[in-house]
């Protein structure tokens, strides 16, 4: 099974875009909790509240490191190891990705550069704007990225000129319901996994009674409703695009003849990819079930006084964030399992998508970069989990020392 | 259409090359610059705020391939599979080196994730030279000529983070001293820095920085050389001779002032201007397959890009403007 190139290549890149989803809907879950946490302490000057930002903040930077080296990979990968779909499509699904490299990722490095060293060294409006750019780059990168992958699956907005797609509608290529569904539903679906993770972090530090500043307390309230108002949008925006993958893309036919599709539709039997595409499907349904109980019990933080001496039903709560976590992987996967046995839908299959590599590169490749990011995917939740605990004393963005230790600040355990 | 977007991508590879040499060839001398704990902990600190500003320019270089220009995309990666997957897994572990030696208070940690900086930063530049040669040469790395101009690029690679070093790691508890001399002059820093008598034996890895830069210019001006023969020995020319030459002598000369004349002193601006050369080289002197862009694709991406570029350019500016000081000694990345 490990000769085959095309498997490998696929397992690599599924691994790697999987591992990258992880972390990016994190990103793009918590920014909103931290943008208007900062936003609220900006405006009422409460140094309270900036401590919680500080805390929150450092669990953002952690992950986004591995969210950018997944990221780096994950684009690389898709220059390096699957050549067949520039050099066809490379005018109308490279151009989204070039976009979002400059408009969005450029932007959000240098921003979150500047929010990072601009912790007690830059006026507070000016910081807060720093970070509103992070956030809402880190949208727009979700947006570009979701405008290439709505064109694998209905490849709209261009007309084929001597075997290259060239874009000759714009607006159909960026209003793609392909694209923009999945972008609602990636905005309301990554809400609900920062939701519930920092309803985890403020259940762990509530239920052992430590609620410094009150900032975990507020934490859960806020999170118990953002998690509440996103699942049926979630729902919805997922549930529109079961409806719209059966119909052949508008494009059908430009590259290949009706009777080419079927000849390569009748020679795909489905097999695993389909079996873990339904597997997919069924992980995601069940966890949203699980969160829309998870948002019901969540909202009762709202009763004055919560948690009080019920602070112990919270425990269960620090193992919840495995529902969006799963739900997210689940999706994807049953999302681009369904599209197989195309790249790109009705123009070019995942086999001829691939670079020509034999199986000793490819072999190379993928255990080099799938064991790299095992050892770095690893490491940074471990961090994470760590920095979770530590609680807003010990965390990465916590305020320095004085200048003359040379010591790290202590891991102190909340009390 | 490819002239406006092959001079963009131009200036994306030279603006990586510039503001990422700094970083890059500052890992890459760390075990030599930083001896103790203390200076290894603020030559971090030096190179990894930079590098959340400076690979976003290759990563935008690689959209812009990828987007814009197809054709060369699926030329390079035809010639340079292995070279470009080197580079990415140096990429991966230098990064990875700079995001996580500063998470955990243990001195293995640090020396592990300390090895994957210099290790990912000299994989990284050499990967580079490679590149850089293969292009030049036409296609294979393989050949002494590349190999010539790989060794000359990680030079000038280690010769930028030597120049940036010689102002970044002298230690902030100098830097009222520096502040009546004149901001840009680069090895000024330490000068002061040393004349000023309490900060002497803390200067010392900037002081190292600055010793390095001269040998390291003529390391690069030495390889320069025998890439320079193998040229004319094996006849493998770049299709452009004339520009390869003019870019050859630019370079030649600001080494050798790097060398010997102004020595660490000017070395801010030499080395940028060295290590700008191998992009513009390539650009010049190599007949690379650009094609003209589809009017589509290029509307598409102009229309997107022209509303931030101004942004772009603030947060460059002010990320540097911020950076301009000597690393600090606490912070996320310290």
Known sequence: MFDDPLLLARLQFSFTAATHYL?????????????????GAVLRRDPA???????????????YGMGVLSGLVMELQLAVNWSGLSEAFGYAFGAPLAVETMVAFFLESTFLGLWIFGWDRMNRWAHLACFAV???????????????NGFLRSPVGFEMRGGTAVVTDATALLANPAAVLAFAHVVAGTLMVGAVVVAAVSAYHLARGADPDRMFIRALRASGLVLALALMPTAATGGLQFGAAADAPPTSGLTLTAAEIAAVEDAYDGGAAAAIGAAGEMVMVLSWTLMSLLALALLLAWVPKAPGPLRWALWPVVLTPVLPYAASVGGWVYRETERQPWAVVHHLTTADAMTDLGPVAAGVSFSLFTAAFAVLAGTTWWLLVRYARRGPDGGPLAPAP???????????PVA | METVPALFLT???VGYFVLAGCDIGLGML??????????????????????????????????????????LKAALVADLWPVLTALLAGWLLR?????????????????????????GSWVLAGAWGLVVGGLLAGGSPASPFALACAVCVTALFALRGA????????????????????PAAGGGALLVAARAGTAVDSAEAADAAGRATRVLARAALAAGGVAAAAALITGAAPDRPVAALAAAAVLGAVLAATAGLSGPRLSRHTSALAIAVPPLVVAAAVALPVEPVPGGTLALVGYALAPVVPLMVLGQVWLYRMLRRPAPTAGFFA
């Open chain 2, 30 to 71: 760390l075990p030599h610059l930083a001896r103790t704990p203390a200076e290894r902990r603020r030559l971090v600190a030096a190179a990894a705020p930079y590098f959340l500003g400076t690979e976003v320019w290759l990563v935008g270089a690689v959209g812009v391939v990828a987007g814009l220009f197809p054709a």
């Open chain 2, 163 to 182: 120049a940036f070093g010689a102002e970044r790691l002298v230690p902030p508890e100098a830097e009222p001293v520096t502040v009546p001399g004149p």
């Open chain 2, 11 to 13: 200036g994306l590879m």
């Open chain 1, 402 to 412: 004085p200048p003359e230790s040379d010591a790290r600040p202590p891991a102190v």
């Open chain 1, 23 to 39: 972390f990016v809907a994190f990103t793009l879950g918590l920014a909103p909790f931290i943008l208007f946490g900062q936003l």
């Open chain 1, 49 to 63: 509240r900036l401590r919680a930002v500080r805390f929150w903040g450092g669990l953002y930077v952690v992950n």
């Open chain 1, 134 to 148: 992070v956030a809402a780059t880190a949208y727009a990168s979700a947006y570009w990225v979701l405008v290439a």
């Open chain 2, 95 to 119: 990064d990875a080196g700079l995001w996580f030696r500063s998470r955990v208070a243990a001195p293995a940690w640090h020396r592990t994730w300390e090895a994957a900086i210099t290790a």
